[in-house]
Every structure is written in structure tokens, then in C-alpha cells.
């Protein structure tokens, strides 16, 4: 038996609905018997009448109406068709739902899960990550699952948090990555995952740049290097503590991430590094991050504009022989 | 009677100050609470300003056309006690510091003298003159000085160790191999004499050295010592000719810096004196225009001082030449060792009565005409 | 003699005869308006940071909004709706110390002024964003469907100008789609800061708009009471009783600058001459007088209490302590595990 990371997602769902009368779901194509533009919700309308709800093309509103439902005892998931459109809900997730707990001391627990990252052809505006913008406002926690195993338990735990979560699942691991079966349990929420020991070069990476990496340190062990490999599943939390104690391991630090490159994710990393860390470098830190253009649609463009394990290798390469 | 002051409200979000344009009131004018008394005129609309509470008028400190910053006193009420009690904790604070500056009319001297100081952005205070390109710059990285650290390592320990980083760099690597080849190696703790000896003869491998060894025969000067009292040693009127011989010559104790040998300023020798432990070396400042006599005396000063333990490292700092009798130890022969400051060093040996019959030049060293001291 | 809020929310509740409860609407209609020209004063005295932002001329239709709701209804009030928020229960030491700058505020000097509000005792706190409050309603409606309950209304409040913006549209059809109990009351104050009507929308009457949503529209007489009383209330009755959201529309002028900062000196000599430029406040107290509703002792004897009220939740608040920046929680999450380490 084996089961996709997008499965994952379905069976945290239906898991939700059926333990929590308090969980609903709202987005658009959701319901009836289409289950969402990735079927993400494919069958759970039927199971859970009225309960997952289609909204109309309105990404405010849907975020909004969450939030109101949220402060008066519900745990929405609200479903964006693509983290790009979820740039219209911007005003609601991080001026509403992200300031209301500090404001108000009553907070908000709705959880927004944001299709990110590329595929093939998807083009400018199906393909963005969004972590970073997230991460930078105060408020909101901000998850990015990179197996089928944490797309399940963390989900699950994103809607029992009751402050905001941004829920950052990959499109590209969607049908791609698969795993035996879903456990019961996994690491809390704000704690990084080494996913693979080394001893020469720490890669701290998140979402399906694991992968990427992860590919990078398997052909790197034939030139003799051992690169270790750190999953941070959420930027925020971001565990600077798992990293630091890879940094005091090899001494060398790449940081790889998809969203754009200035500021975000792999730079705050650094930054933490550089500051806390500075005695375990051995050589100065750096990051890979995708093109600072916007996300093109030729596959050719695409596959060059993002990091891939071609450009992750070169990278390691070169800061190794620093 | 307490006095309440009139505050220029905070009149809109970017506002900064207002112009008067009426005043409506006297000193001594009653007013009631609320009361517009002064309008102000700001670039959005023109406002009334009320009184903080009931009383009579005061002073009015402002006039009209004038321009004041928000927070500014505009003047004062006479009110009772209970009711300036209750606005000795709200009324704002003035703004102070660069925003103070940056308002026309509040220290208006200090605004401009500020900006002009600025301004002068030729006059710049320090400024490092900038490396032309990256080119061959390395580093130690935070992680092996970190670990240096650590284990009292110094860079002088870290020589031969071979580099593999990019610009012949030590990494952490290199120097964890190179401990870890170390280990298998026979090796003794070493204290802290022997290892500063040691290590100053290792600085020595990397300086240019030449040793040369002269015969001179001493009887002038012992028949000069004999005239003496207090007696000077030997050694003193070695360093006294050191001293004048580097006065006359300074390349000799001149030290290489990239391709340029670079003088000393002043003719500063060590003396090296006995102490309990081991040898210091005190330094004499200007040794060439230090009579013998004046060294004699200074010579006494430092061995009591060494007795005591009392010599600085400040006072073994700076010198460009030192001179030491090892002849007091019975030897004929002995090559110096230089630590990084000393460039030149002058030893005297044992000496040995020449057999009669040979000749020899009467002077203390060839070259130099003999002086009185 | 101070009438305490609450005794005066029962007789709101009980069947008070019309001519009661247009008493009762006045007297917090008066209330406010003391409330508020105090607090312009200590705007002006320099002794409150930040803007000010009154809701003179807009009372008629505020306090209509905060009489008819109950507890348990949803209040969604925007910027000038002191009376309807006196009158759904927001103590006025709430206010004072809000603006005064009183740790002890709803908000602890996190937010100020206006955005403030009690999600628990169901005011929703605004947001600047205008018409983004809308939707919360919405979702807050939802929330109480799911869970069974019944008789509930949520009430909105918005501008001319807050309706124009696409969050606005939004929360509309979604409310419409979801077939909540809510009533949106827009206030057209005929100037949104200094843009007047002709440059915010081109329809006839904004209450055509309802239709365009699936919501039932209504227009009230913004300076008539009485007009107040009867559409804002025949609204939420309607609302509770389970019919389409609705609209209702009313029409005054704004009697202050935009905020205390603005002397609104673009508001045209003619548009003062219009019939909604009429002071609501002043006409309610007409048609008391005319009516004999009540002498003119016990107006007199009403805006003492007015006065003394205010003045008593002023100085209470003027005593209190600030917030200090070094003995903040600088947290912005509930669940503490979770927060950032940055240094």
C-alpha cells in the first residue's frame, strides 16, 4: 500500500472532520463531488455533508469569514487553489488574522493551506512559494511539510494550533512522492529533521528542495564528501537549534530554498547562523535560492530558473573547496 | 498658584508644527475648560487650541506668524492645585533629539550648525584606504581560531601544517589532521620558560640570520675599569659601543618590511640581566646617548630590580639590539636567537689570555675611534 | 445619579412604548456626543496621541444599530458608531481608556481609537482595511449556525466610501451565498475624507446595489430618529426571524472633519444647506420638545448626567498607567512553544 504526499493531505482531512465537529472546510471547488482543483477534499463532501463548502473566486472574503468563524469556536481550513492567489487574502491573513491575538488577546485558529512551488509549465502564477512572505509578518506560523509523513501528522497538528497556520504543501510532491503509510505521530511543529547525517557540508533546506538536496549529497558521496542534510519543515518556527548543531558538525553551510531570493527563508537562516554561530564556520555561509524574475513557463526556464540538484552540486562543490 | 502649560496639540499623523494665527486671549484674561484661546494654522486646516482646564490666564509665550513644533509650550494657566495635578503626568513630552532638530524655530542654531557638520563630507574622520581587489585575500576561519583557542595554539603553531583551503588556507580540517597526526607522537608539557625560549627561536627560522664572531682584546678595557668606581662590567662597555656603532650605522639593526628596510627611530638596547628564574632583558632607551657611567649606574638598577622580580614585560619591549655575557657561563661561543623585536644581538664570551707576542690592534673594535666616557 | 449601562440595556429590552425608546436612543445619542466633543477637547489640550475620529451627525443611525441587538448577536461597528456601541454594552471607560492610553484598555495600547472592540462579548474589532470586517461577521454567523444556534443577527457597519472597496464586494456575496442573518448598515456621510460622492460611485442610490448582491434593501432617513428606529430595527427583527441578509441605507452628512486633524473645510457651503446636513441630535431633541416627550428640566437633568458620566470615565482613565515597552510580552502567538526564537 502506498501513499502520495497529496493523499496525505485527503486523509488529514478527513481525519479533521471526523474528529473535530468544530473543523469545516472552505474554498473554491471543494464540495460536490469534484474534491478540488488537486483533489485534495475528493470524496469528504459526501462523508461530511456541509461541511466543506465551495466559496465563490473570492480569496478576502474566504479568509475573513474563516477568521469570524475561527474567533466564535470553529477550525476553518481554508483551501487556496494556488498560493499565488492567496496574495488577494493577503490583507486578511496578515493585518486580520495575524495581528487579532496580539491586539485582542483572542486568537485565531484558522488554517490556510497555500499550494506552492512549481511544475512543469504552470507558469508565473501557479508556481510561487510564499513562506517567506508569511514568515515576515508577525502572527502566523508557517509549515512546509517536505515528506508524505509530515503533510499528514503536521496538517493535522496545524489545526489543533490555535493561532494561525499557513499551510505550505508542495504541488510538486503531490503525485510524486509516495510513502508506505501514515503515522500515528511525528515531530512537534518548530523542530527540523536531520534527513541525512554528514560530516562535511550541512544543506538546510525545506519542502521539495529536500529532495533536490537530498539527490545532491547521494552523488557527492563518490567524490568522498558526506553532506548532511536538514529538513526544517517550518520556517517559522524555525528550528536555529537543529541547525546550528549540524554547523557545529561539518562547519560549512548552504542554505536552499524556492521561494525568490531577497530576504526570506535561507537568508534569515544565515543571518541566525553568522550571529549565533559564528565560531563554527569554517567558510562563509551561503544560499541558493531560485532567480530574482518571476517564475517563467517554458519548462527549459523553469528548470533553470528554480534550484535543482545540478545547481545545489555546483554550489556544495565550490564551498567545499573554500 | 500652579501654573498649567498650553500645549501645541498633535494636530494630524505627519504634522510637526503649527503657525499661530490668533490669539485670543490676555494675561489675566478667566478661562473655562475647552476654551479655544489660540488658532494655529497648519497645511491641512486651521485648528483651535483649548485650555487644559479652568483658571486664568498666565503668560502667552508664542506670537502670532510664528511657527512652533507640536508639544511646544504655547503658554500657561493658573489653575488650582487639584487641577494641575491632574495634568502634571499627561502633558507630552517635547520632542527631543533629531526630531527637535529637524523642526525650523526649535534650536534653530543647533539644527543648522548640525546639518553644516554633516555636510562637510571631504573631512572624513578615519578611513581605511581600500584593497584594490579581492585578490589573495584568506583568512583563519572563526572555527579555527575558535579551536585555537581552545587549545592555546598560536599561529606559529600552525606553520607546516600543509593548507588545503582556496588561497592556501588552513581549514578546520587541515588543523584537526594535523592534531590528530600529532597525537601518535612522543611529546612533553613544557613549561612556560622553555616554551617561550622555544618559540622565540622558532620565530627565528623566519628572520635573516648571520652570525659573525670577532677577537678583541680586552685589556684596554680593563685597564679602563680599573680607574672606575663603581665598576662597569664588561658587558656594559660592549653595549656602550653596540650603541654607538648602531648610531653610526642604523641599517645594521634595521628591520625588513615587504622590500623595505626600515630604521629605528631611537638606538634602544637590551641588557640581558640575570633573574631568578631565567634571563629578562630589560631595554636602555637612546643606549647611544647614555654615558657609561649613566649605564652603570642604570645597569645596578635593573639587576635589583630583576632580584625582585620586577622587570615589566614594557620594560623588556621595544629594543632593536640586545648584548649578553655568556662568557660568565664559560662559553667561548654561542649564536644569538632573535625574537621579533630585536633584530641585532651582540654576546660576549669568556675571555682568554692571548698569548704575549701576538700583536694586536689597540682598540675595542676595529673601525671606531676611541671615545672618552 | 448615574444611570449605570446596564440598567439602561434591560429596559431596551423590554417592550418599551415607541415614545420610550426614542427617549432611550437619545439619551445615548447625548451620551456619545458629550463623550465625543470631550475627547475632540483633549485632542486639541494635546493630551491624546494619535487620531481622533467622532461620529457627530451619524448618531440617529448608530445607536438604531447597538438598541435592537442582543447578546449573543454579532456587533461589526466602524468608526463612527460610538452610540450603537454605548448601547450594545461597550462600558465608556472602554473608550476613555483606549484614547487615553490606559494599559488597562481593551487593547492594552496594542491598537488605539477606534479599532477597538470585545470579540468574546462579540464586538469585532475593526481593522483599517475598510470592509474587511464584513466577512468576519459572516464567518461569525456561520460559526453559530453550525453549532445549532438560533435567533441570532449579525449586524455590520460601513461608509459610503468603505463600500467601494473590493473587500467590501466581497464580503456582500459570500454573505448572500452563505444566506446569513445579517444586516449591513451604510452610512452615506456624503464625504469620505475630503472625496466627495461624485468621485466614490457613479450608481443612483447605493441601496440598488442590494439587489445586485441577493440582499433585500432599505433606505432610512439618517437625521429622522424615529426613521431609525423603525427601518434599523424592522431590519433586525427581520433578520432574526430568519430572512436574506439586507441593506439598509441611510444618508446624513458628516458634522467633523474626517479625523480631529482635518478641519474639513472642503465640505461645500451648499451641502450644509441640504436637509441630511441637519444636526440628528438636535432635530431628536426638537421633536421632544414638541412632542412634550420630556421637560426641559429633565434634559437639563440628562446632560448633566451625560457630562458627569464622561467625566468621571475620563479621569478614571487619566489616572491609570501606560503600557512600558520594556515590561511588554512581545509575543504575537497564543501558543508559546511555538514562538520564533529570534534574538
Not at chain 2, 121 to 130: K, S, T
Not at chain 2, 288 to 307: F, G, N
Not at chain 3, 95 to 109: A, F, H, I, K
Request: with cysteine; glycine share 8%; charged share 25%.
Amino acid at each position: 500500500m502506498s501513499i502520495t504526499y497529496l493523499e496525505a493531505i485527503r486523509e488529514a482531512q478527513a481525519k479533521l472532520l471526523r474528529d473535530d465537529e468544530r473543523v469545516f472546510i472552505y474554498g473554491q471547488d471543494v464540495g460536490g463531488t469534484f474534491g478540488g482543483a488537486f483533489k485534495a477534499t475528493k470524496g469528504l463532501a459526501k462523508e461530511f455533508p456541509g461541511r466543506v463548502l465551495n466559496t465563490p473566486i473570492s480569496e478576502d472574503s474566504m479568509v475573513g469569514t474563516a477568521i469570524g468563524a475561527a474567533i466564535n469556536g470553529m477550525r476553518p481550513i481554508v483551501e487556496m487553489q494556488f498560493a499565488d492567489f492567496s496574495s488577494t487574502a493577503l490583507n486578511q491573513i496578515l493585518n486580520n488574522a495575524g495581528t487579532h491575538y496580539w491586539r485582542t488577546n483572542i486568537s485565531v485558529p484558522i488554517t490556510v493551506r497555500l499550494p506552492s512551488g512549481g511544475t512543469k509549465g504552470s507558469g508565473p502564477f501557479h508556481s510561487q512559494s510564499m513562506e517567506s512572505i508569511y514568515a515576515h509578518y508577525p502572527g502566523l506560523i508557517v509549515m512546509t511539510p517536505a515528506t508524505v509523513e509530515d503533510a499528514y501528522t503536521m496538517l493535522i497538528e496545524a489545526v489543533a494550533i490555535d493561532d494561525p497556520v499557513i499551510y505550505c504543501e508542495h504541488k510538486y510532491l503531490y503525485y510524486h512522492l509516495k510513502a508506505d503509510n501514515l503515522p500515528a505521530e511525528g515531530l512537534p511543529t518548530g523542530r527540523a529533521r536531520i534527513a541525512r547525517e554528514g560530516r562535511d557540508l550541512s544543506i538546510v533546506t525545506y519542502s521539495a528542495m529536500l529532495h533536490e538536496a537530498l539527490a545532491v549529497a547521494e552523488q557527492l558521496v563518490n567524490e568522498g564528501f558526506e553532506i548532511e542534510v536538514v529538513d526544517l519543515r517550518s520556517v517559522k518556527p524555525l528550528d536555529t537549534n537543529t541547525v546550528l548543531a549540524s554547523v557545529a558538525r561539518t562547519g560549512r553551510l548552504l542554505c536552499v530554498g524556492e521561494s525568490f531570493p531577497w530576504g526570506g527563508a535561507t537568508a534569515e537562516i544565515i543571518a541566525r547562523v553568522t550571529a549565533e554561530g559564528f565560531h563554527l564556520l569554517d567558510a562563509a555561509p551561503q544560499r541558493l535560492n531560485a532567480k530574482d524574475t518571476p517564475i517563467p513557463y517554458h519548462p527549459n526556464l523553469w528548470s533553470a530558473h528554480r534550484p535543482n540538484a545540478n545547481e545545489i552540486a555546483r554550489k556544495a562543490r565550490a564551498l567545499l573547496r573554500e | 498658584m500652579p501654573q498649567v502649560p498650553i500645549i501645541m496639540p498633535q494636530l494630524g499623523e505627519s504634522i510637526a508644527e503649527a503657525t499661530i494665527v490668533d490669539i485670543k486671549v490676555k494675561p489675566g484674561d478667566e478661562v473655562v475648560p475647552d476654551q479655544e484661546i489660540i488658532d494655529v494654522e497648519t497645511n491641512k486646516a486651521v485648528m483651535g487650541v483649548t485650555t487644559p482646564c479652568k483658571g486664568k490666564i498666565d503668560k502667552i509665550t508664542v506670537q502670532i506668524k510664528e511657527t512652533y513644533p507640536v508639544g511646544a509650550v504655547l503658554g500657561y494657566v493658573e489653575a488650582s492645585e487639584e487641577d494641575a495635578a491632574r495634568f502634571k503626568k499627561t502633558v507630552p513630552e517635547p520632542p527631543k533629539g533629531t526630531v527637535a532638530m529637524e523642526i525650523p524655530g526649535r534650536e534653530e542654531q543647533a539644527a543648522v550648525a548640525a546639518r553644516q557638520k554633516d555636510g562637510e563630507g571631504a573631512r572624513r574622520i578615519g578611513g581605511l584606504p581600500v584593497p584594490a581587489t579581492a585578490k589573495g585575500a584568506g583568512f583563519l576561519s572563526p572555527r579555527v581560531r575558535a579551536r585555537m583557542t581552545e587549545l592555546q595554539l598560536i599561529n606559529a603553531d600552525l606553520a607546516g601544517i600543509p593548507p588545503t583551503g582556496s588561497g592556501n588556507r588552513i581549514t578546520i580540517k587541515d588543523l584537526e589532521n594535523f592534531l590528530h597526526k600529532i597525537e601518535d607522537q612522543t611529546a612533553q608539557e613544557a613549561s612556560a620558560i622553555r616554551a617561550g625560549v622555544a618559540d622565540a627561536m622558532r620565530r627565528s627560522w623566519t628572520r635573516p640570520l648571520s652570525t659573525i664572531g670577532s677577537s678583541v682584546n680586552l685589556d684596554p678595557v680593563l685597564q679602563d675599569r680599573q680607574s672606575r668606581d663603581p665598576k662597569p662590567g664588561p658587558g656594559l662597555y660592549a653595549l656602550r659601543a653596540l650603541a654607538l656603532a648602531l648610531a653610526e650605522n642604523p641599517a645594521a639593526a634595521a628591520k625588513l618590511i615587504g622590500n623595505r628596510v626600515v630604521q629605528s627611530s631611537s638606538i634602544d638596547v637590551g641588557i640581558a640581566v640575570e633573574a631568578e628564574d631565567g634571563i629578562m632583558v630589560p631595554v636602555i632607551r637612546a643606549a647611544d646617548k647614555t654615558s657609561l657611567v649613566d649605564l652603570t649606574t642604570k645597569y645596578k638598577e635593573l639587576v635589583d630590580l630583576a632580584r625582585q622580580r620586577r622587570i615589566s614585560p614594557d620594560m623588556q619591549a621595544g629594543g632593536i639590539a640586545t648584548v649578553s655575557n655568556f662568557g660568565t657561563f664559560g662559553m667561548e661561543w654561542a649564536p644569538q636567537f632573535r625574537c621579533q623585536t630585536k633584530r641585532c644581538c651582540s654576546g660576549s664570551a669568556s675571555a682568554r689570555k692571548f698569548r704575549p707576542g701576538i700583536k694586536k690592534k689597540n682598540n675595542l673594535f676595529p673601525g671606531l675611534k676611541p671615545r672618552s666616557h | 445619579m448615574l444611570e449605570t449601562a446596564t440598567r439602561r440595556k434591560k429596559s431596551a429590552r423590554s417592550k418599551a412604548a415607541p415614545h420610550e425608546r426614542f427617549l432611550e436612543a437619545f439619551r445615548w445619542m447625548l451620551l456619545t456626543r458629550t463623550l465625543e466633543e470631550k475627547l475632540v477637547s483633549l485632542y486639541r489640550g494635546g493630551l491624546i496621541t494619535g487620531g481622533v475620529y467622532i461620529g457627530k451627525g451619524q448618531e440617529a443611525v448608530s445607536v438604531a444599530c447597538g438598541l435592537f441587538l442582543q447578546k449573543g448577536d454579532i456587533f461589526a461597528p466602524l468608526i463612527r458608531d460610538q452610540p450603537g456601541r454605548s448601547a450594545f454594552g461597550e462600558p465608556l471607560l472602554d473608550v476613555t481608556r483606549t484614547y487615553l492610553g490606559s494599559r488597562q484598555g481593551p487593547m492594552r495600547g496594542r491598537d488605539g481609537n477606534i479599532h477597538r472592540g470585545r470579540p468574546r462579548d462579540n464586538q469585532l474589532a475593526m481593522i483599517s482595511h475598510l470592509g474587511a470586517m464584513v466577512s468576519v461577521t459572516v464567518g461569525a454567523l456561520m460559526a453559530k449556525r453550525f453549532r445549532g444556534e438560533k435567533n441570532f443577527v449579525g449586524l455590520s457597519c460601513i461608509g459610503e466610501g468603505g463600500m467601494q472597496t473590493g473587500a467590501f464586494h466581497e464580503g456582500m456575496n459570500i454573505a448572500a451565498v452563505e444566506q446569513v442573518p445579517l444586516v449591513v448598515v451604510a452610512t452615506n456621510n456624503h464625504y469620505a475624507y475630503s472625496t466627495p460622492n461624485d468621485r466614490e460611485f457613479a450608481c443612483h442610490d447605493l441601496v440598488d446595489r442590494a439587489i445586485g448582491y441577493g440582499f433585500e434593501g432599505y433606505t432610512v432617513d439618517g437625521i429622522d430618529l424615529t426613521n431609525c428606529l423603525d427601518v434599523i430595527g424592522g431590519a433586525v427583527k427581520r433578520a432574526r426571524a430568519g430572512r436574506p441578509p439586507q441593506l439598509v441605507v441611510a444618508s446624513i452628512l458628516r458634522l467633523s472633519g474626517h479625523g480631529e486633524h482635518d478641519d474639513a473645510s472642503y465640505v461645500t457651503d451648499e451641502i450644509k444647506r441640504e436637509p441630511f446636513a441637519r444636526d440628528c441630535l438636535k432635530v431628536a431633541e426638537q421633536t421632544i420638545v414638541d412632542l412634550n416627550l420630556a421637560d426641559t428640566e429633565a434634559l437639563a437633568e440628562w446632560r448633566r448626567d451625560a457630562a458627569a458620566q464622561v467625566d468621571q470615565a475620563i479621569s478614571a482613565a487619566q489616572k491609570e498607567a501606560a503600557p512600558e515597552g520594556d515590561k511588554e510580552d512581545w509575543c504575537a502567538i497564543s501558543t508559546r512553544d511555538l514562538v520564533d526564537s529570534l534574538e
